[in-house]
């Protein structure tokens, strides 16, 4: 985590794209975090559950979805550990997916895993896109979380 004179604090996981697109894992500004697109990776970068691809270099199945999106979730939730949040603090959630089926299919059940309850409290959008940074990526997902002063 590093402060800038802006009164912005940024968290980094120090994966090989970082320094390639220039950009951090979240953003806090105040009380308000805004998580970059979180991506299903080990703390190598190394893609956890990659998707099958077809000769066109697209996905050929959906299989991984479960598992991509479980290790997203984890993933936010380190980068919000960074800032001494959790995911209890997040407000508002987008998944980027390329099979907007296969992520109903398992997005319900993944979401209350990931935020330890039934209803979790966090507005949710969810929007199928035609790729995603990584060929083999099946989800992306975007968070902003509010920490309440105590």
Not at 27 to 56: E, F, T
Not at 100 to 117: H, L, N, P, Q
């Amino acid at each position: 985590m590093t402060s800038t004179e802006t009164s912005k604090s940024a968290a980094y996981f120090g994966v090989p794209w970082e320094e390639a697109y220039g950009f951090p894992q979240a953003i806090k500004v105040g009380n308000s975090i805004y998580v970059s697109g979180q991506l299903s990776h080990d703390s190598d970068g190394k893609i956890v559950g990659p998707a099958k691809l077809g000769s066109d270099g697209k996905p050929q199945d959906f299989a991984e979805m479960e598992l991509q999106m479980q290790t997203t979730y984890a993933n936010a939730a380190k980068v919000l550990a960074q800032f001494g949040a959790t995911l209890d603090d997040v407000v508002e959630e987008t998944l980027f997916v390329l099979d907007v089926d296969a992520a109903f299919a398992v997005a319900g059940k993944v979401r209350k895993e990931a935020y330890s309850t039934a209803k979790p409290l966090c507005a949710s959008n969810l929007i199928g896109v035609s790729r995603l940074a990584f060929p083999t990526l099946l989800v992306e997902i975007a968070f902003r979380a509010e920490m309440i002063p105590a």
